[in-house]
């Protein structure tokens, strides 16, 4: 192991994140009495220009007033080009900042975009006395913010997780695209001529590269990667398959654009039963070992070591606080 040492960000179930628009006050006890793990209020792409100023009215009705229960509460602040970012942040942070767990930034393109919310952040938090700190998401979603990524996830010690907007990263990459988060049949590999037997195509994942790189640069400074949107809320299978592909490069939460879509992201997300179960023998297993003096311990005729161990640890976590939420 290096002898750099990796904070983790604090441990928080982040299996669905449910993007509400804040000029929507009407979804709100929706959201509320759903099983998500954390709810966005939208400031910024969901709400028009005209309805900026009412949206973050109701958003601080909303959470002073509406009973959010366990859940964490973020809001999807305006970007920094805009002339709206200050004052989401600064009568938001001011007027319902007790009740605001996160500030999710969208469009991040350099570290010095996450240290400008950061000062401005410190400040409110300073001047009314709070004494918990907001922390903040930040979406991946442009080319740029592609390219500083690691400099981004270390940007700030706010920082908890990082996010695939793939709507936005499909815009400012400019890839062939119009669908969100799916698959593309031009993404795909035909098979070599082989004499009287029919070619295949295989279709590719085309935001593979993209959710590796962020997933790296979020577990290496200990904040949780999370995969954005899947546009087509109807398409319940396809929505599965984009979370499992995410789910197996790290991702440990995937968005919800409609409410149908959280059951789907917290049982994609999940451990599963046999997985804990798994999981436990394994601790037994090496637990036992060490009682008895011996280094190497096989389990099911399978060498386990150090990482399995961390593997199975993780998820008896996960598992812990899925069972306590
Ligand atoms: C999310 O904000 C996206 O652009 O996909
Ligand atoms: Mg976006």
Redesign the pocket.
Known sequence: MSFFPIEQAPPRLNRSELAVPGSQFNMFQKAADSDVDIIFLDLE?AVAPDEKEQARKNIIKALNEIDWGKKTMSIRINGLDTHYMYKDVVYIVEQAGERLDLIMI?KVGTAADVYAVDMIVTQVEDAMGYKKRIGFEL?I?TALGMQNVSEIAAASKRNESLHF?????AASTRARTTS?GGVHPDYSVLTDKVEDEARQTHWGDMWHYAIARMVVAARANGLRPID??FGDFKDHDGFRAAAKRAAVLGCEGKWAIHPSQIELANEVMSPSDAEILKANRILEAMADAEASGKGAVSLDGRLIDYASIKQAEVLVEKAKQIAGQ
């Open positions: 792409d969208p979406i979603e907007g793939v709507a936005d990263y969100i954005g949107p």
